[in-house]
């Protein structure tokens, strides 16, 4: 049908335009208000410009690199002034809208009212117009705007199709200000390029930090002046005995500077006093016996630790943590603190309580799993906490000190967990988690005794045990990464399974095109 009304357009010279093939609400994360006009589609001609504010200029070049590829058209970046008909404009403030532009909600597009994330999209007749307070906002309304054309614009060699967009406006802003996805690169390593690519999967889907697990038993991913044999010789080795690898800090820089074009922060994590066999490889001197302990690819968790009686130790973690916040713009550090089984007690809440101070005097806010809770408070501080229950009295304790949470369940928000009892590979511990056990829990009441407030936002994390490739990365975050933004951004009230895999189904055809290895889950109705 949809051939034959696209033949019937071309005959009559385009007069009978058939209407947009996606919906105004097909956009993933669900946007906060949808306003549908089927009166006002809009078909890019191919004689467009993008105009844009100078300030978002960043942001209109992103959106003519994404539409050039397969449409082909020039799509030319230019100053904003009004335009002739057939324009793309991204605007930022509150500027007045056009008088009439379209539907509701009018009162919520200011530039003010959409926050620093929030964006306005409106198509009419006469083009596109996204408005925002800020350069985020405005790259938000471009990704949905890019949801909107039709699953061939992810190609990236041309195609001949119609570029109708639905008409009508979107006013959009998230739920929450912390929303991300973490990536494994200590259990195995993966290069600058691999990590670029994932930071472009989150930056789809709104996503806004990425967690680089730094460090672990297997390997140290990152270079630091001063200690030079952590990453040349603990960067060695990974799960399974493979080379592994690290990060130079020009590496390090290359990636952040790819995550904030992308509006993405780079949350970095060495994790401590635990999981740091490889570190104990390169200096013994941080063993509690000082002993080097052979290099470790296996899989277990627990046996290692620096020691946390011994100066030498806070010299190291100083001096790590000073080179980490020194090439991190954020203002995130994560300093891991999960599975110490060794570190007990007073010994182990001493020691965080060292290390959240290091943290605090190189000007970063601490990060650490839920597992740091008894440790007293230290300003600002933020718990992950990745239970698997949504009880625990420890944790809640700690918000009720003041730490703020960001989310990631075992059982619902862990990457590695498999989808099913056949997949191929994966974890299984916190149980299997398919696309709706990933998408049907609410962050804001998951956890007992912790208030609305204290959630920071939600975080998808990536263990990489029995992960080897980019491939292998891409089919278990999708589908359920989106799925995982969507609980980070979109308002409680759009929650619902069936609009959700009916949406999330529009998106099977997008990754094929922009070719995302991704799990067919039997519970997405996919085309
Ligand atoms: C637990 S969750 C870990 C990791 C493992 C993961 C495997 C957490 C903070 N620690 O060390 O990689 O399970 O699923």
Redesign the pocket.
Known sequence: AAELARAAAELAGGLIAPPAPVRLGDVVPAPEHVTPDPAADFTLTGDEAIRVDPAGRDVAEQLAALLRPATGHPLPVADTTPGPDGLLALTLSGAPLDAGATGADLGAASGADLGAEGYRLDVTANGVRIVAATPAGLFYGVQTLRQLLPPAVESRTPVAARWTLPGGSIVDRPRYPYRGAML?VA?HFFPVSDVLRVIDHLARYKLNHLHLHLT?DQGWRIAVPGWPRLATVGGVGEVGGGPGGHYTADDYRRIVRHAAARHVTVVPEVDLPG?TNAALVAYPELAPDRVAPPPYTG?E?GFSYVDPASERTYDFVADVLAELAALTPGPWLHI?G??AFKVKGAAYTGFVERVQAIVAATGKTVVG?H?IAPAAHADGRVL?W?GTTGDDPVTAEAVRRGARLIVSP?NHA?L??KYAPDTPIG?D??GLIDVRKAYDWDPGSHVADVSAEAVLGVEA?L?T?SVTSLPEIEFLLFPRLPAVAELGWSPRSTHDWAGFRARLAGHGPRWTAAGITFHRAPDVPWP
């Open positions: 494994d259990r672990d999981h899989t968790v891991g999960d599975e799993w597992q992950q990745w075992g862990y590695d967990m974890h511990w916190a994390p263990w045990e």
